[in-house]
């Protein structure tokens, strides 16, 4: 849920729409497009968050709720978790990248 998030934090930064459900890692192609002058550290940041959601996207649900009556505790293990806690943190660095790059006006966070 928070690559989920940090993923939306990143479009409402930029002034984009997304959807409610929790896939949204499509919006990225639109982040990419607004700051495309930004450096190439910082869309590559963006690339790879758009690898680490639709990775995770489809998991959620799973990890959630269980499948064919087997419960989330017994499909995920504490090495899943630890992946999924390194991919969060870096979609919440990414995210604060993207407030640093527009607090120093590499790209525009307003439509005009």
Known sequence: MTIEFCIKGICKRCSIAYPPEHEVSDQLQKVLAKVSKSS???????????????????????????????????????KDAEHAMDCANEAWWTLNQIIIDSEKGEFKTKNE
């Open 40 to 78: 190439e550290k910082t869309k590559t940041k963006i690339v790879r968050l758009f690898l680490i959601g639709k990775m995770w996207e489809h998991v959620h649900s799973i990890a959630t709720y269980g499948k064919s009556e087997i419960s989330p505790d017994k499909i995920f293990f504490k």
